[in-house]
């Protein structure tokens, strides 16, 4: 199981529903375990009687609601726990590629799945502890004269726990500690992902031999 999910830890987000895939078939009396700790990229599916799209994820297999998000799509679901708490699950996914609703027309693919769940406990004292745990899975793609082809992918999952006042609302906290947790997975993201290949790429070509090779011809 611990070789298991080391190797799903090293596969592009692109590659993980394969490779889950095939880890099942490989260990099926660790299935319960590699589908409740294994993220994969979120799926779309579309309402056929609204003729909306909603996010198909482990959350909401019973649940039908959804909401959108500036050109991507994102939905939230709640549930009550074991715990007197209830646990809320926060999803978006963004398409970048330039056939996708949030299109900037650099990527020929790219995409932004970001899982948000956080267990709320029960309130003490007119505080309560909040758990949230995120992953965020990033993939892009691009293909053309200018920059040729690349392709680069990547996910990162991390927890935070905080104690907050109840009084200041629940909506209210848990969209705090998702924008701050988002902020800080995007940082990490540019430097681990995006940081080291450019250093990677500045070392094998350093900027003044990638200058001369764009000077035109005399």
């Known amino acids: 199981m611990e070789a298991a999910m080391g190797l799903m830890r090293r596969m592009p987000p692109r590659h993980s529903e394969t490779t889950l895939s095939a880890l099942l078939s490989l260990l099926p009396h660790h299935s319960s375990d590699l589908l409740s700790q294994v993220d994969l990229p979120l799926q779309v599916l579309c309402d056929v009687d609204s003729g909306k ?41 963004k398409d970048g590629s330039k056939t996708g609703h949030g299109r900037r027309g650099y990527l020929e693919e790219g995409a932004w799945d970001a899982i948000h769940v956080i267990e709320v406990g029960p309130e003490e004292e007119g505080a309560t502890r909040y758990c949230l745990t995120s992953t965020v899975m990033l993939s892009l793609t691009t293909d053309d004269e200018s920059s040729g082809t690349f392709s680069l992918s990547g996910s990162i999952r991390r927890q935070m726990n905080m104690n907050l006042a109840v009084a200041d609302g629940h909506l209210c906290n848990m969209g705090k500690m998702i924008e701050e947790m988002e902020g800080k997975l995007r940082n990490s993201l540019d430097q681990v992902y995006f940081g080291k290949t450019r250093e990677m790429v500045c070392t094998l070509r350093p900027p003044s031999e990638v200058a001369q090779m764009r000077l035109p011809d005399s």
């Open 53 to 93: 799209e909603f996010i198909l994820c482990e959350y909401n297999r019973d649940a039908d609601s959804y909401r959108y998000y500036e050109g991507g799509i994102s939905s939230v679901y709640m549930w009550e726990d074991d715990n007197e708490g209830f646990v809320a699950c926060f999803l978006i996914k």
